[in-house]
C-alpha cells in the first residue's frame, strides 16, 4: 500500500524523501490525503524511533503551490512555511549558481579556516599542505552537487 505518492514523466514513480542524518526532505503532490500522510510519517517515527520531530526548526516549501494552501497545512503540521532559497546540509537549494552571491557562504568559509592558521606556527610547507588540504575538502563538497562560476579578480 502507497501511503504517500509522487508521479513522475508518465507514470513512473518519482523519489519521495531524501534523507541524511537527521536531516529529512519529503516530496510530493498538494493534496489533503498527502497532507495526513505526511502528520502519519512523522508521527510513526516519533513513536518508533522514541525521537521528537522538531518542529521549529522544520519547514514547509512549496513549488507552484498556493500559500492558502501552505499555510493551512503548516498549521495542520504545526511547522512553519520557508522560502527559497534557503539551504539543505549547507548547500543552496533554489538559488541562482550563475550568481557570486550564491557563492559568498563558500569563500567566507574558506576564508575563515585561512584566518585561524595566521596565527599557527607552521612551516611554509605545512601551512602550504594544510591549505591544499582544507581547500580541496571544502571545495569538492559543493563542487560535488553544484557547477561553480569561473570568475577572475
Not at 509522487?6 to 523519489?15: K, T, V
Not at 516519533?46 to 516549501?61: A, C, D, H, Y
Not at 501552505?70 to 533554489?94: A, E, I, R, T, W
Not at 550563475?98 to 575563515?112: D, M
Request: hydrophobic share 45%.
Amino acid at each position: 500500500m502507497c501511503v504517500y505518492r509522487l508521479y513522475g514523466w508518465w507514470g513512473c514513480s518519482a523519489r519521495t524523501h531524501l534523507q541524511y542524518a537527521d536531516d529529512t526532505i519529503l516530496v510530493g503532490d498538494v493534496s489533503l490525503s498527502n497532507g495526513w500522510a505526511i502528520k502519519a510519517i512523522l508521527q510513526l517515527f516519533e513513536l518508533v524511533v522514541g525521537l521528537k520531530v522538531n518542529f521549529f526548526k522544520s519547514q514547509l516549501l512549496g513549488v507552484n503551490v498556493d500559500q492558502v494552501w501552505l499555510q493551512s497545512l503548516d498549521q495542520f503540521l504545526n511547522c512553519k512555511v520557508g522560502s527559497f532559497p534557503c539551504s539543505y546540509l549547507g548547500l543552496p537549494l533554489g538559488a541562482n549558481l550563475a550568481r557570486l552571491t550564491t557563492w559568498q557562504p563558500v569563500v567566507r568559509k574558506v576564508e575563515k579556516k585561512l584566518s585561524k592558521w595566521k596565527s599557527k606556527l607552521l612551516s611554509f610547507g605545512g601551512r602550504l599542505v594544510l591549505l591544499k588540504s582544507v581547500l580541496h575538502s571544502i571545495s569538492i563538497y559543493f563542487l560535488s552537487f553544484f557547477k561553480a562560476l569561473l570568475v577572475t579578480n
